[in-house]
């Protein structure tokens, strides 16, 4: 509260926006468009946020404390070019008195074009040089209009998969990594009913760090002839857009839980970018409104 940020951008699992959590959901939003309206001792947080509602609820009348615009939304990362399906919540908020208008940035990338890359065009294999023999059959589900060519049509870029995220790293099975750090194989993967792996072909399933150590599924990679493995520190990084600069120290076991908290290098960047953008757009707008005539 005393730096005031002009700003504040939070990250949180999907599961906030269930349902059963929704009216902590907007608790939580209240607590940030006011928060200098603090909790008391012992009191619960239903009874917090009943005070908070009174002053959402006359818009912040007669309240002249730090407030901020707050905007949430359930973003899929795979929709701005990372090579994973990971939906998470955002939370942004500015200050109120900057006056700033903003939305969340535009999504870039889809499932759309993903499917006319490979099945229409066949660029997707072309782009990684996979022999027709060795490409998949269409899935069963796709509807016949898609090979007709009219069915998708956009802007958007396609979906990044696992494919185009490890492109370049040697297979860890037969290769101990070389020049790539946090590249080494790891045997004894496994998987289960509900927990398979990421197909190589589509964006990878939502990494995740495992409560009670690294879960099996989630964390390899599926080829299309059924064989899978465990992604190695290096691939996972890839995914979560580490660049291959960054080095991870621990165990394979401990890396994979951080690099599963994780919030995706790139759409971090994304969002921030466009937060700044905004932010400095206003300050010029501001400078030229108060120079003289």
Same mark, same amino acid.
């Given at each position: 509260l005393a730096l005031r940020p002009k700003a504040i951008l939070i990250e949180n699992v999907k599961g906030l926006t269930r349902q059963s959590f929704a009216n902590y959901f907007t608790y939580i939003q209240?607590?940030?468009e006011f928060p200098e309206i603090k909790r008391f001792p012992?009191? &619960?947080?239903?009874?917090?946020?009943?005070?908070?509602?009174?002053y959402v609820t006359a818009r912040g009348k007669g309240y002249s404390g730090l407030r901020y615009n707050i905007i949430p939304k359930l973003v899929n990362a795979a929709n701005y070019g990372i090579p994973q399906?990971?939906?998470? +919540?955002?939370?942004? &908020?500015?200050?109120?008195?900057?006056g700033v208008q903003w939305t969340f940035p535009?999504? %870039?990338h889809s499932q759309q074009a993903l499917l006319e890359s490979k099945w229409i065009t066949a660029k997707y294999w072309d782009e990684h040089r996979v022999a027709k023999s060795k490409r998949p059959e269409p899935p069963a589900s796709l509807p016949g209009a898609i090979y007709t060519g009219k069915l998708f049509s956009g802007t958007h870029d396609r979906w990044k998969t696992v494919r185009d995220a490890i492109v370049g790293l040697p297979d860890p099975e037969k290769s101990s990594g070389g020049e790539f750090l946090n590249h080494s194989f790891n045997p004894g993967?496994?998987?289960?009913? &509900?927990? %398979?792996?990421?197909?190589?072909?589509?964006?990878?399933? %939502?990494?995740?760090?495992?409560?009670? &150590? +690294?879960p099996g599924g989630e964390n390899t990679v599926l080829y299309p002839n059924g064989k899978f493995r465990y992604l190695t520190v290096r691939e996972s990084a890839r995914i979560q857009t580490f660049p291959d600069q960054f080095i991870f120290c621990g165990s394979w076991s401990e890396n994979m839980r951080q690099?599963?908290?994780? +919030?995706?290098?790139?759409?971090?960047?994304?969002?921030?970018a466009d937060i700044r953008r905004h932010l400095l757009e206003k300050k010029c707008a501001d400078r030229t409104a108060i120079q003289p005539a």
């Open positions: 209240y607590m940030l012992n009191e &619960g947080w239903k009874d917090h946020r009943s005070r908070l509602e009174k399906r990971r939906e998470r +919540v955002f939370i942004v &908020g500015f200050r109120s008195d900057l535009k999504e %870039t993967a496994r998987s289960y009913p &509900g927990h %398979t792996g990421s197909p190589l072909d589509e964006p990878a399933k %939502t990494l995740k760090a495992g409560d009670h &150590g +690294v690099l599963g908290n994780a +919030v995706p290098v790139d759409l971090g960047q994304i969002m921030a």
